[in-house]
């Protein structure tokens, strides 16, 4: 606890001396405190500390995913905008390099021809990187659209050389499904051919399936999801099962 008293101070009285002109003990003023953090209200007491508010924590949002043809177009216009940039900074050092050379005392014919010559070799060296580029975002952005079906369709890692082959996303969304269907009609057919699916399990109401009439009828309903006994016989039959 600490105790501070007001200062004490001279004024001169009228016949010339000086008197002191601080207040008694009895009527001293101090100021008491427990400590230099705690605030004293005028009636002596301490008054309360307003309590820290805590701040929400910040929610992070997930990941925005983008398919592969919204990719593509970022890809393109990303492309385009570098493209008019590298355009206008040729155009720039063209007509820097015609100052140049009319400074150095060559007729403006002269120094606008140089200036062309050099701006048309300029282009050709971009023409050539541009072709590289868009060769590159091509074979990326078909990496990245045989990477999403492989995931959608649950293909294999080895599956993605056979969907490169494909130039577009609908082609390969295709394809892709394709790959999947056949899959599932193999391994179904190779279940068949071991037994799991009993080939003696017939129903009589849809007739043998040995002796179907409709063979492509059958055989279209299978890959359609059809899975009863004519239409699995019918499929086994097509691969060269039974």
Known sequence: MTTEQTDFTAS???DGTVTDSAPSAEHSVTAVTDSPDAPVSTTGEQAP??????SPQPVTAP?????????????????????????????NQATQYRQQLESQGFLPEHAQQSA???????????DLIKQAEEY?????????????FVQKYNLNIGDLTELRKYNDPESM?????????DRR??????????????????DNSQGNPQVAADEGGWLDRYNAGDRSPSAVAAAARAAGVS
Do not use: C, F, W
């Not at 062309?116 to 971009?126: A, L, P």
């Not at 590159?136 to 999403?148: L, T, Y």
């Not at 009609?185 to 017939?202: H, N, S, T």
């Open 49 to 54: 500390q307003a309590t820290q508010e805590q």
């Open 116 to 126: 062309n010559e050099y701006m048309q070799s300029q282009q050709r060296q971009m």
């Open 173 to 181: 969304d295709k394809g892709a499904q394709k790959l999947s269907n």
């Open 136 to 148: 590159g975002r091509h074979v990326q952005g078909k990496q990245i659209a045989a990477e999403h």
């Open 63 to 91: 990941p925005q995913q983008y398919s592969p043809e919204h990719i593509q177009r970022m890809q393109q216009e990303s492309a385009q905008y570098a493209q008019v940039q590298a355009q206008a900074a040729l155009q």
């Open 185 to 202: 009609r193999d391994e179904e057919l190779a279940k068949y051919k071991q037994g799991q699916v009993p080939a003696q399990a017939v």
């Open 12 to 14: 001169p009285s009228p």
